[in-house]
């Protein structure tokens, strides 16, 4: 028996409000729905993890009590039925019927009179009653207040629109294989099948889609002429320089798409070692390489623990797509306002310094490192890279506006540069780039 679509993106949601799960679990749930209802079951798990804050707020002001930790579920369904009533079309009829009956499949019959009588009142109300909540800038934003504090102190002049484009839905962004066709000739192609799209402004290889799509769908993919990757993510193989010869370090890989990309770029290079923590994750490395027909060495290591994967010979590039709180891709991943917390920072940073301090040895005099996050919390940014420059006096840093002709991407910080997420254009990224000048007292 197949699962119900607003059943299935609860359950995915129950999980991540009880800190179980991501929704990057929801796939599992929808092999069980069927395949006509399979968008809608996403789009409202995702829509509801993105909206959550202001819900979860509405939800407050309406029920005489909150939900016990036993009923997640029901806190999950709850928040499905007041997203499809204030953020979708479907009829409120059929948004409240559908979801109130999902609480027999729950198990909890007894909770159909409350979700009825909440979503009822929200039906009838729900423009006074968010109205009332407007002073509140967690409701307004639609973020968490950690968050929305964070982003208001760091971003003073940006931070209402960060939380914004944070809250819409995220373009689709291509990347052309150039060792099978220029970016010129797939948007020929693309314009001939009827496609819209354009250029990215800032990646050479980068497509933006007028409307998301099927990748599958597109020509070439199977062939491996196009991938999905952000116009953001891109930038890092033009930052890094990759030249023939040359031996390439890609720590934490996955899912491939920077590995994929600098293969692309320099097809010369003498090798390309790309590590992530587990070896699960570079199934999809692998995954990716195989349906482009590239080659890396890939390992499954703590990039830290060189001792355990490195043989010595030292790298004339090294890419640490560094682990974050990935702040700068909430619209990819809107649960992300659920499951981070304030105290992750602190304990990002220190992991983001370990990485920096282990690496840094394997890399050759003359060498380059890039740093890399998909945060825009200057804590692991900027701070980052501050703190290693001035316990590593080999290390220099390199102007990144300079690897751009015209126009330039994101907003120089005292170290490195910060790309906040745009509307319909790339997410928020940070890069920095080192160059080392002598070896230090380990390498």
């Given at each position: ?205 980068g497509i933006l889609l007028g409307e998301p799509r099927d990748v599958r769908s597109l020509p070439g993919f199977a062939e491996g002429r196009i991938s999905v990757q952000d116009e953001a993510a891109q930038l890092a193989a ?165 690897s751009f002709i015209g126009a330039k991407p994101g907003l120089a910080q005292r170290h490195g540069r910060q790309l906040l997420p745009q509307p319909q254009g790339h997410d928020g990224f940070y890069y920095a780039k080192l ?9």
């Amino acid at each position: 028996m197949s699962l119900n679509p607003r059943l299935a993106a609860t359950r995915a949601l129950a999980a991540v409000l009880a800190g179980k799960a991501s929704l990057a679990a929801l796939p599992a749930q929808l092999e069980q729905v069927e395949p006509r209802d399979r968008a809608l079951a996403q789009e409202l798990a995702f829509g509801a993890a993105r909206w959550q804050p202001r819900l979860a707020l509405l939800a407050e002001k309406l029920l005489r009590k909150p939900f016990k930790a036993a009923d997640r579920d029901l806190e999950a369904l709850l928040l499905i039925g007041l997203y499809q009533l204030l953020h979708t079309r479907i009829p409120a009829h059929a948004a409240i019927g559908e979801t109130v009956a999902c609480a027999e499949q729950l198990k909890k019959p007894w909770a159909k009179g409350l979700l009825n009588a909440v979503l009822r009142r929200v039906q009838r109300e729900g423009a006074a009653l968010l109205a009332g909540l407007k002073g509140d800038p967690v409701a307004r934003t639609a973020h968490p207040r950690w968050l929305q504090q964070a982003l208001k102190a760091n971003w003073p002049e940006h931070w209402e629109a960060i939380c914004a484009a944070n809250n819409e839905h995220p373009p689709l962004t291509l990347r052309v294989n150039r060792r099978l066709a220029s970016r010129d000739i797939y948007l020929a192609e693309l314009a001939a099948a009827g496609i819209p799209a354009s250029a990215c402004r800032f990646s050479r290889d980068g497509i933006l889609l007028g409307e998301p799509r099927d990748v599958r769908s597109l020509p070439g993919f199977a062939e491996g002429r196009i991938s999905v990757q952000d116009e953001a993510a891109q930038l890092a193989a033009y930052l890094l320089e990759p030249m023939p010869g040359q031996r390439v370090l890609d720590a934490c890989c996955a899912p491939g798409g920077k590995t994929c990309h600098l293969l692309e770029s320099e097809p010369r290079l003498a090798e390309l070692v790309a590590i992530d923590l587990e070896e699960r994750r570079l199934e999809r490395v692998r995954e990716n390489l195989d349906r482009l027909g590239l080659a890396a060495r890939l390992i499954a290591a703590d990039a830290r623990a060189t001792g355990s994967w490195w043989d010595g010979r030292r790298f004339q590039r090294i890419l640490l797509d560094a682990p974050c709180s990935a702040t700068g891709v909430i619209r990819r991943h809107p649960d992300i306002k659920l499951t981070r917390q304030a105290s992750d920072i602190p304990a990002l940073a220190a992991l983001q310094g370990e990485l920096l301090d282990a690496l840094w040895p394997t890399l050759e005099v003359g060498g380059i490192l890039l740093y890399a996050t998909c945060s825009i919390l200057p804590a692991e940014n900027s701070d980052t890279i501050a703190a290693f420059l001035a316990r590593t006096p080999g290390a220099r840093e390199l102007d990144i506006a300079a690897s751009f002709i015209g126009a330039k991407p994101g907003l120089a910080q005292r170290h490195g540069r910060q790309l906040l997420p745009q509307p319909q254009g790339h997410d928020g990224f940070y890069y920095a780039k080192l160059i080392k000048i002598a070896a230090g007292p380990r390498g």
